[in-house]
């Protein structure tokens, strides 16, 4: 089975490549890899909810946006080199805006590890940092970037 399948399985449609914010473009091949720039949770082309995570932006909610973040940075996988052509997933590394004292980022990231791995099953098992910070771009909750293996 394609991955292209699984994806229509799952009843999830990958979503258009988010505009980049700045000088850089979402994704490049290197060889057999394909490295994504940092992905918001766009959700046609605006941000859904914005703050900190444990202030403004529940954990559970900010899940569900690095969830979305993932199928943003899948996207851009697939403009480059074909969603179909993923070996597997090498690494997630995760960002969350965090309100002072919340240490819950692994979890948060767990909503685009999951999936990986309801798309990918073993293939999508990978390596990953969950980190915390202080603000990310237009005061989006969750950012992440993907590295994954292609044929």
Known sequence: ?????????????LPGVAAPLAAYV?????????????QLPFV?????????????????????????????????????????????VVKVTGYVASAEGFTGQPAVINGASELLGEVFGDAG???????????LPLGAPVELDLVVEVA
């Open 1 to 13: 089975m394609s991955w292209t399948e699984r994806l229509g399985e799952l009843g999830i449609e």
């Open 26 to 38: 979402p994704a490049v091949r290197s060889g057999s890899q394909v490295l994504t720039s940092g």
């Open 44 to 88: 046609d082309g605006s941000l859904p909810e914005t703050g900190k995570v444990g202030a403004e932006v529940s954990p559970e909610a900010a899940k569900g946006h690095a969830r979305t973040c993932v199928l943003n940075a899948l996207a851009a996988v697939d403009s480059v080199a074909g969603i179909d052509s993923v070996v597997r």
């Open 125 to 135: 098992v990978h390596v990953r940092a969950a980190v915390g910070v202080a603000e």
